[in-house]
């Protein structure tokens, strides 16, 4: 039995899909802070409450007899770490130090890790790799490398088998009803403006990029869930310790978004450029030649599938069908 945390979030619904989809029996654990339970799959059981509770955490592994661990749960907005750093630090490198608490008293020796490519910081080459520096511009992005170092340090003593999957711009939808919600991401923060008539805002655009404008690595969540649905069975079958990033390799700018959700929505907004925002790298690609190389695993959707899919999935959460404001909201 796999048990996932936050698997009611935006990740994690994708994620229990894509398991159950594998064969695998999973139980999710969620605070429901942030999550939608309605969207899981019938018969997935869903324990409530929260993962810095090691009691919780170990009665949930002893009732389902859990063997693997796939650990999201988590606060993810960079700009709130900025302002509520203890918060932070609480939720993710305290409660991935109760999980792994939980996980060594009950002998649970596997887990899957939900890192970012937000350990990364800037850049410095055209891409990130695995063995790059390390230096997180945000309590956000250091709350997950501690957890990684955490995880690393309690595995070694602990023989824990460990994979810390380094997600970069996770986006898109695995159906109409898996929409991404959240105000922090860029696609979902276009759909909003498009929605209400505004102009979408673009921060920055004398980055040192061919557009001005920062580039990402934007990985459809569909292929994040399938990568680990493939590192879940890496971790059972060969003692691991491995940091893989999950990206697809190449890089988008915010104006290729912003003409992806033109031609996904049919509406010919225009954009707002504003000042950057301090911290934000000019460029964040992932390298993803070791989660190739070392499990077969490869994105297979382009950033037109990703904003198509998510404009479809927010159409759908807004009782629409995507084609009404395509003839006339603007
Ligand atoms: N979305 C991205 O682009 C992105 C990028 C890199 C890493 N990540 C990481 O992936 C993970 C999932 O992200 P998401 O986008 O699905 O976020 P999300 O907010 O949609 O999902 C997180 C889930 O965890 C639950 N949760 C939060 N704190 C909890 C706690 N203490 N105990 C139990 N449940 C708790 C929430 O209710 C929610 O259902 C997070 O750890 C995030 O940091 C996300």
Redesign the pocket.
């Known amino acids: 039995m796999l048990l996932v945390?936050?698997?009611?979030?935006?990740?994690?619904?994708h994620v229990v899909r894509a398991l159950g989809g594998a064969g695998h029996d999973v139980v999710v654990?969620?605070?429901?802070?942030?999550?939608?339970p309605e969207l899981l799959p019938d018969g997935i059981p869903v324990e409530v409450?929260?993962?810095?509770d090691t009691d919780f955490m170990m009665d949930v592994l002893d009732m389902y007899r859990v063997d693997c661990v796939v650990?999201?749960?988590?606060?993810?907005a960079v700009d709130e770490s900025i302002t509520r750093p203890s918060f932070y630090y609480r939720?993710?490198v305290l409660?991935m130090q109760s999980v792994l608490a939980a996980m060594v008293r009950l002998d649970v020796r596997r887990i899957v890790f939900?890192?970012?490519?937000?350990v990364y910081g800037a850049v410095a080459d055209d891409t990130a790799a695995e063995d790059a520096p390390t230096a997180p511009r945000s309590p956000?992005g250091r709350t997950?490398l501690i957890c990684e170092w955490l995880l690393r340090d309690i595995a070694a003593v602990e023989g824990i088998s460990w994979s810390a999957l380094?997600?970069?711009?996770?986006?898109g939808a695995g159906g109409r009803d898996l929409a991404?919600?959240?105000v922090?991401?860029l696609v979902p923060r276009v759909f909003q403006a498009i929605d209400l008539g505004e102009e979408p805002t673009v921060f920055g655009d004398t980055y040192d990029t061919p557009d001005g404008t920062c580039i990402r690595d934007y990985i459809h969540?569909s292929d994040l869930a399938a990568a680990h649905a493939t590192v879940v069975d890496a971790v059972a079958a060969v003692p691991m310790s491995a940091i893989y990033n999950v990206g697809c390799g190449r890089g988008a700018s915010v104006l290729d978004v912003m003409r992806a959700a033109r031609e996904a929505s049919g509406v010919p907004f225009q954009w707002r450029i504003a000042e950057p925002r301090p911290g934000d790298p000019a460029r964040v690609v992932a390298d993803t030649h070791l989660i190739r190389d070392e499990l077969g695993w490869t994105a297979v959707h382009d950033l037109g599938d990703i904003v198509g899919s998510a404009w479809e999935a927010w159409s759908a959460a807004r009782g629409g069908t995507g084609a009404e404001l395509s003839v006339g909201a603007r």
Do not use: M, P
């Open positions: 945390t936050g698997g009611a979030g935006y990740i994690g619904t654990v969620d605070d429901l802070s942030d999550g939608h409450g929260t993962v810095l650990h999201l749960a988590g606060r993810k939720q993710n409660g939900s890192s970012s490519a937000a956000y997950k380094r997600y970069f711009n996770v986006a991404d919600h959240g922090h991401n969540v």
